[in-house]
């Protein structure tokens, strides 16, 4: 008797266990990037079942590919449960590999960018560092993007 009312109570608990891990593919448009499809996994650190979408907060790693350059972010999320409606605070490294709006062809910049999404609609705004040595652009760039998740 003992072990099926523990058998009833794990059963419960495993119905209300919520993903531990969710990827959301996506397509942005911004500055340091021009169009980028930035791929997001979202690993749950406080998360529940409950409302609809994401509910809880979540440490976010990020690879995104774009035409102006590659980039990778490390950060948290917290989302609200109405869909994705959220805010995103990130640690960022980006490598150019062509030049336009500012970005210099071959060069490395770091910085922090928070994002807020709506649904499905994100928009992005940081600020970053140029760390390549023999630069002769500027130091910072502020970064801005409008993307999608899917």
Not at 2 to 7: T, Y
Not at 54 to 59: A, D, N, Q, R
Request: aromatic share 10%; net charge negative.
């Amino acid at each position: 008797m003992f072990s099926s009312e523990l058998s009833i109570e794990s059963k419960a608990t495993e119905k209300s266990e919520p993903n531990k891990f969710q990827w959301i593919p996506g397509i942005e448009l911004s500055n340091i990037q021009g169009i980028s499809i930035p791929q997001h996994l979202l690993i749950c650190i406080s998360c529940s079942k409950e409302g609809h979408g994401l509910l809880g907060e979540y440490f976010l790693v990020e690879a995104s590919p774009g035409y102006l350059g590659g980039s990778i972010s490390l950060g948290a999320s917290l989302f609200s449960g109405l869909g994705a409606t959220g805010l995103t605070g990130k640690f960022t490294a980006l490598r150019s590999w062509n030049s336009k709006y500012g970005i210099v062809k071959d060069n490395t910049y770091i910085g922090p960018e928070i994002s807020v999404t709506l649904i499905i609609v994100d928009v992005e705004l940081g600020i970053m560092r140029n760390m390549t040595k023999n630069n002769s652009s500027e130091n910072y760039i502020f970064s801005f993007g409008l993307g999608i998740g899917l």
